[in-house]
């Protein structure tokens, strides 16, 4: 479910508290469409050749020919075999990866909220938060531009002043965005990380 632009909410029971844990807040879990119907779909196509070659048999028909050299190939190949290895190497690759993605949760582009109602999970879009963190910098006296780069633990801030003095400027950002990130709501706020340079100093 959807709500304001950058922002996703979830009916959802109020998570149980994790021991260790920060308040028991939970990521959103992906839905992991397009591995899912990649399994399905190759699944499918395996599962359905073994299939009408089974009951090919059954009906006192050969055997199609790439099951019969397939186990030929099983059968004379030793395990050491270069073939053999790769075969193995690219199922375990690919299990690996199908494990990854269920034991992870994904959506790393969304930032938890804090709970404002029990049954109502609340996200924010790392793009959604840069563009308010972005627009409240504007508003400081001095500021030519910046960019934002908000992360899971972190808020990269590089602004370029054209006037006032550096330090100004930077006690006053950090007053602004200290209460910009705040007003994000988020269960775990990013920690600021704030640059302040005059144009043309790229290397500082």
């Known amino acids: 479910m959807s709500g304001p632009e950058g922002t996703v909410l979830e009916k959802d029971p109020p998570p149980a508290e994790v021991p260790g844990g920060s308040g028991g807040h939970r990521r959103f879990w992906s839905v992991r469409r397009v591995p899912a119907g990649l399994v399905a779909l190759l699944t499918l196509v395996v599962t359905g050749a073994f299939l009408y070659d089974v009951v090919a048999v059954r009906a006192h028909r050969a055997a199609l020919g790439w099951r019969r050299e397939l186990a030929r190939q099983l059968a004379e190949r030793p395990l050491d075999d270069i073939w053999v290895l790769t075969g193995a190497?690219?199922?375990t690759a690919l299990g690996l990866w199908l494990l990854l993605l269920a034991l992870t949760p994904g959506l790393r582009a969304l930032?938890?909220?804090r709970p404002v109602d029990p049954d109502v999970r609340a996200a924010l879009h790392r793009d959604a938060a840069a563009t308010v963190l972005r627009d409240r910098a504007l508003e400081v006296?001095?500021?030519r531009s910046v960019r934002v780069r908000v992360k899971r633990a972190r808020?990269?801030?590089r602004v370029v002043s054209h006037f006032?003095?550096?330090d100004d400027v930077r006690t006053d950002l950090t007053a602004t965005l200290d209460d910009a990130v705040a007003g994000l709501g988020l269960a775990r706020p990013p920690?600021?990380?704030l640059r302040v340079r005059r144009p043309g100093q790229k290397g500082r």
């Open 164 to 166: 006032r003095e550096l």
């Open 89 to 91: 190497g690219v199922a």
């Open 141 to 143: 006296a001095g500021v």
């Open 191 to 193: 920690s600021l990380s």
């Open 155 to 157: 808020a990269d801030v």
């Open 111 to 113: 930032l938890l909220m």
